[in-house]
């Protein structure tokens, strides 16, 4: 994949992480259009050499990374809440990102590193984000978080961890991705049991 096709991959994945991170605050981020987009290009060139001289099974580290200090710097939150934010907003978006590729591993029957696939996958992700950010009251769980709702928060953690294995798992092995999901499944109930109790 080019450096340019990269970046425009690159620009959706940034741009899903400013629209949900600001959907979850119920902050007016977009009245400031010009930062928004500086914000948006600055850091979709940094995920580039990312992308392009890491290896996939290690480059999301790095992308965590940008995206955390992307939040700290937007929102200028402490860290303990941009942490929270970050986590929400990572797990939001990475499940978003797996849903975003069935169509095309439906149709192809796998999952190949092709501009093309990238751009429909990236689309459906888009088009997601936003039905979530303007028909989901997701700001109502950093409210739950804000008056301190530890099963919440343990819950959420749970998530972020499975959701990060996934991820981690579908860099490895995209193919088997989907043949897989009832394995994931499994271990989400099992997780839910274990911080439940």
């Known amino acids: ?5 990269s970046f425009i991959l690159s620009t959706f994945d940034i741009l899903g992480f400013i629209i949900i991170s600001n959907a ?11 930062r928004v987009i500086m914000y948006l290009l600055c850091f979709s060139f940094t995920i580039i050499p990312i992308d392009l001289f890491i290896p996939s099974q290690f480059s999301f580290f790095m992308t965590f990374i940008s995206t955390f200090m992307m939040i700290y710097l ?13 986590g929400t907003t990572t797990i939001i978006v990475i499940a978003t990102q797996l849903i975003s590729v ?5 149709i192809t029957g796998g999952l190949k590193e092709i501009f093309l696939y990238g751009l429909i ?5 888009i088009a997601l984000i936003m039905l979530i950010s303007s028909y989901m009251r997701i700001h109502l769980i950093y409210d739950f978080v804000k008056n301190k709702n530890n099963l919440f928060v ?3 953690i749970a998530i972020f961890i499975l959701i990060t294995i996934i991820f981690t798992y579908s860099k490895i092995d995209r193919n088997n991705l989907v043949n897989n999901i009832i394995f ?3 271990i989400s109930l099992c997780g839910r049991i274990v911080v439940v109790n």
Do not use: A, C, D, R
Not at 24 to 34: C, Q, R
Not at 121 to 125: Q, V
């Open 102 to 106: 069935l169509p095309i591993f439906i």
């Open 74 to 86: 937007l929102y200028k939150k402490s860290i303990k809440e941009t942490v929270f934010i970050w």
């Open 121 to 125: 996958s990236n689309s459906i992700f």
């Open 184 to 186: 994931y499944i499994t």
């Open 154 to 156: 343990n819950i959420g």
């Open 1 to 5: 994949m080019s450096m340019f096709e």
């Open 24 to 34: 979850l605050l119920s902050e007016e981020i977009f009245k400031n259009k010009y």
